[in-house]
């Protein structure tokens, strides 16, 4: 037990090292995939939240990467609202969606929670597709600019907004590993474990699960904010239930539960996307597959089957 | 007062729609506890082969039964061969999913990006004039065949032997087992009846909403709703919900086309907070 955790975090540590150094070095191509996988990784580990800590999956999660993205876009180019403001707004209105789904979501379980998180999430695409005169409806908003942090540090220069987002990366890795392993973690644990004894315990698990679906939704926002900075650009797709499926299948093919698994998951993802893309435009088909083959060959994430090959690659 | 019946009218033409889709969803939920996620993809699926079959060979009714039936096979297959493998339901639900991206990305790889449709028979072309209001036959069409399917799941669920196994396995898996019930072949016979259904909705909608890749993800949460409102498993949930929904997004659309999508919220909202298992769900 000691090993494998001794394992993991020399491979979180030694990652960690070359994501700092190895940047300057990589081609500007590579610099943005790079930001792409922390961005999604952050995203991933929101889910990781309700999927692998609550055994929540849910089928809606870009909604409030959508929404956080889309404040960003709204309010920087019409209304050239500050750094501070957009980012302020962003998160919060995130935060208030999470807050005002949680409250029709947080009773369901199972295929029920899948259903409503779907239509819930489709919701937020509803409006960005049809709500022409605010989003620009299937146009999307262009030219969201870099912000202006006010230093003489550009955020225009991709290293230095590359370095931002992998600050922002460790920060909301930290504060979701302090709150999966705080003792309200560990209760959304005993939820996802056994929800009728824990409420026999005297927990109250509809508050929960509640703060547990608020806290994955505001950090989802964290990662649309980046995401329309690093962009500049948001369109329905960000919303759409394919963005949603995604980075579903980011946590899945990463191991839910394991937090750095989903974005170890992201990156794959991430890496695929545009990796493919520059060879064929199809991306749907093949992400299809990889759901279907993942499900039938590592239906614990790649952590899990690295560890199985590890261990001789006995099926059991 | 014409708008309200006009748009009453509308409304309950795309709750008929709605209805073919939810009542197989449902009904394929009550038997294997499945939500089957490529069910919006069956009804976009369905549409494209229709359409195709429509340039060919110009019948309506060909168009409806070669699609309802080519879908159904692909969705027994999937049952059969994919589906019925797992217990548990999420693998089942994920491998849904990876269907629906795939069945996305083969529509758009045969049938192309731009939007497709095709006239409604000739016969049932042009409109209907009482006094003021205006009303396309087609849709009331829709209308009466929606119901005339409605009125056919009940007998089949009620009156025949097989709707008896139906419910038995809705209710109790592992008695019906017992009794000698069939469960795999209900199973399997019922994901081809709600694949069929959606594949005939897809048909029946293409002309007056088109068949374009991207319906399939639009249809399916209004789907969802129809289900969550309604209750799951249960037919006259489906029935009831669909009106709901169908009508709900159709004023939602004519009095504030913006926020049309979002209006949707509304039903789930007050359904799910009342009764969150939905107006008709046992569950």
Same mark, same amino acid.
């Given at each position: 037990?000691?090993?494998?955790?001794? $394992?993991?975090?020399?491979?979180?540590?030694?990652?960690?090292?070359?994501?700092?150094?190895?940047?300057?070095?990589?081609?500007?191509?590579?610099?943005?995939?790079?930001?792409?996988?922390?961005?999604?990784?952050?995203?991933?580990?929101?889910?990781?939240?309700? !999927?692998?800590?609550?055994?929540?999956?849910?089928?809606?999660?870009?909604?409030?990467?959508?929404?956080?993205?889309?404040?960003?876009?709204?309010?920087?180019?019409?209304?050239?609202?500050?750094?501070?403001?957009?980012?302020?707004?962003?998160?919060?209105?995130?935060?208030?969606?999470?807050?005002?789904? %949680?409250?029709?979501?947080?009773?369901?379980?199972? $295929?029920?929670?899948?259903?409503?998180?779907?239509?819930?999430?489709?919701?937020?695409?509803?409006?960005?597709?049809?709500?022409?005169? !605010?989003?620009? =409806?299937?146009? %999307?908003?262009?030219?969201?600019?870099?912000?202006?942090?006010?230093?003489?540090?550009?955020?225009?220069?991709?290293?230095?907004?590359?370095?931002?987002?992998?600050?922002?990366?460790?920060?909301?890795?930290?504060?979701?590993?302090?709150?999966?392993?705080?003792?309200?973690?560990?209760?959304?644990?005993?939820?996802?474990?056994?929800?009728?004894?824990?409420?026999?315990? %005297? *927990?109250?698990?509809?508050? &929960?699960?509640?703060?547990?679906?608020?806290?994955?939704?505001?950090?989802?926002?964290?990662?649309?904010?980046?995401?329309?900075?690093?962009?500049?650009?948001?369109?329905?797709?960000?919303?759409?239930?394919?963005?949603?499926?995604?980075?579903?299948?980011?946590?899945?093919?990463?191991?839910?539960?394991?937090?750095? =698994?989903?974005?170890?998951?992201?990156?794959?993802? $991430?890496?695929?996307?545009?990796?493919?893309?520059?060879?064929? &435009?199809?991306?749907?088909?093949?992400? =299809?597959?990889? *759901?279907?083959?993942?499900?039938?060959?590592?239906? %614990?994430?790649?952590?899990?089957?690295?560890?199985?090959?590890?261990?001789?690659?006995?099926?059991? | 007062?014409?708008?309200?019946?006009?748009? +009453?009218?509308?409304?309950?033409?795309?709750?008929?729609?709605?209805?073919?889709?939810?009542?197989?969803?449902?009904?394929?939920?009550?038997?294997?506890?499945?939500?089957?996620?490529?069910?919006?993809?069956?009804?976009?699926?369905?549409?494209?082969?229709?359409?195709?079959?429509?340039?060919?060979?110009?019948?309506?009714?060909?168009?409806?039964?070669?699609?309802?039936?080519?879908?159904?096979?692909?969705?027994?297959?999937?049952?059969?061969?994919?589906?019925?493998?797992?217990?548990?339901?999420?693998?089942?639900?994920?491998?849904?999913?990876?269907?629906?991206?795939?069945?996305?990305?083969? @529509?758009?790889?045969?049938?192309?990006?731009?939007?497709?449709?095709?006239?409604?028979?000739?016969?049932?072309?042009?409109?209907?004039?009482?006094?003021?209001?205006?009303?396309?036959?087609?849709?009331?069409?829709?209308?009466?065949?929606?119901?005339?399917?409605?009125?056919?799941?009940?007998?089949?669920?009620?009156?025949?032997?097989?709707?008896?196994?139906?419910?038995? +396995?809705?209710?109790?898996?592992?008695?019906?087992?017992?009794?000698?019930?069939?469960?795999?072949?209900?199973?399997?016979?019922?994901?081809?009846?709600? @694949?069929?259904?959606? @594949?005939?909705?897809?048909?029946?909608?293409?002309?007056?909403?088109?068949?374009?890749?991207?319906?399939?993800?639009?249809?399916?949460?209004?789907?969802?709703?129809?289900?969550?409102?309604?209750?799951?498993?249960?037919?006259?949930?489906?029935?009831?919900?669909?009106?709901?929904?169908?009508?709900?997004?159709?004023?939602?659309?004519?009095?504030?086309?913006?926020?049309?999508?979002? +209006?949707?919220?509304?039903?789930?909202?007050?359904?799910?907070?009342?009764?969150? +298992?939905?107006?008709?769900?046992?569950?």
């Amino acid at each position: 037990m000691i090993t494998e955790f001794r $394992v993991k975090i020399s491979g979180i540590i030694a990652a960690f090292i070359l994501l700092v150094i190895l940047p300057p070095t990589l081609p500007s191509y590579w610099l943005t995939i790079l930001t792409q996988m922390l961005i999604f990784g952050i995203m991933a580990m929101s889910l990781d939240v309700l !999927m692998g800590y609550m055994g929540r999956p849910s089928f809606g999660h870009a909604a409030f990467f959508g929404v956080s993205a889309y404040a960003i876009a709204i309010l920087s180019t019409r209304y050239q609202v500050g750094f501070l403001g957009c980012v302020a707004t962003g998160f919060l209105l995130a935060t208030a969606i999470a807050a005002l789904y %949680g409250l029709l979501v947080a009773h369901a379980a199972g $295929v029920y929670f899948l259903m409503i998180t779907l239509a819930l999430g489709m919701v937020i695409w509803g409006l960005a597709f049809r709500w022409v005169t !605010m989003t620009g =409806g299937d146009n %999307g908003i262009a030219g969201i600019p870099r912000p202006d942090l006010g230093i003489p540090i550009s955020l225009d220069d991709p290293i230095v907004f590359y370095y931002v987002v992998l600050i922002v990366f460790v920060i909301v890795l930290f504060l979701l590993f302090i709150f999966i392993h705080s003792p309200f973690g560990q209760s959304l644990m005993g939820i996802r474990e056994s929800e009728s004894r824990m409420r026999i315990l %005297g *927990y109250n698990t509809w508050l &929960h699960k509640y703060l547990g679906y608020v806290v994955a939704g505001a950090f989802s926002g964290i990662s649309g904010i980046l995401w329309a900075y690093y962009n500049g650009f948001v369109s329905p797709m960000d919303a759409e239930l394919t963005a949603s499926f995604e980075v579903f299948l980011m946590v899945i093919l990463g191991g839910p539960g394991t937090l750095i =698994g989903p974005a170890l998951g992201a990156g794959i993802i $991430v890496f695929l996307k545009n990796f493919i893309s520059a060879y064929t &435009h199809r991306w749907l088909l093949i992400i =299809g597959a990889i *759901y279907i083959l993942t499900i039938l060959y590592a239906p %614990g994430g790649v952590m899990e089957l690295g560890i199985r090959f590890a261990k001789g690659g006995d099926k059991e | 007062m014409e708008f309200l019946i006009v748009q +009453t009218l509308s409304g309950i033409s795309f709750a008929a729609i709605l209805f073919l889709l939810a009542s197989g969803l449902s009904l394929i939920f009550g038997v294997m506890n499945i939500v089957n996620i490529a069910h919006g993809s069956y009804y976009m699926l369905g549409g494209y082969i229709g359409i195709s079959i429509f340039w060919k060979t110009g019948s309506f009714v060909l168009a409806i039964l070669g699609a309802g039936l080519s879908i159904a096979i692909v969705g027994i297959g999937m049952q059969r061969f994919l589906l019925r493998r797992y217990f548990e339901h999420y693998p089942q639900v994920l491998m849904t999913m990876g269907f629906a991206l795939i069945f996305r990305d083969l @529509a758009l790889l045969i049938w192309g990006g731009d939007p497709l449709s095709f006239p409604a028979p000739a016969f049932l072309q042009g409109s209907i004039h009482m006094g003021e209001i205006v009303f396309p036959v087609y849709r009331l069409f829709v209308i009466a065949l929606s119901t005339a399917v409605a009125i056919g799941l009940w007998v089949f669920n009620e009156k025949t032997s097989f709707g008896a196994s139906l419910r038995a +396995t809705v209710d109790d898996n592992e008695m019906a087992r017992g009794v000698g019930i069939n469960v795999p072949l209900v199973s399997a016979l019922m994901f081809g009846l709600g @694949a069929f259904l959606a @594949a005939f909705g897809g048909v029946v909608a293409a002309p007056f909403f088109g068949v374009y890749a991207g319906a399939d993800f639009e249809i399916l949460p209004l789907a969802f709703v129809v289900v969550i409102v309604g209750g799951m498993g249960s037919l006259k949930g489906a029935a009831v919900g669909s009106i709901l929904v169908g009508l709900v997004d159709n004023f939602g659309k004519a009095l504030v086309p913006d926020l049309s999508y979002f +209006t949707l919220f509304l039903p789930m909202a007050i359904v799910l907070a009342i009764k969150p +298992t939905g107006l008709f769900g046992r569950k």
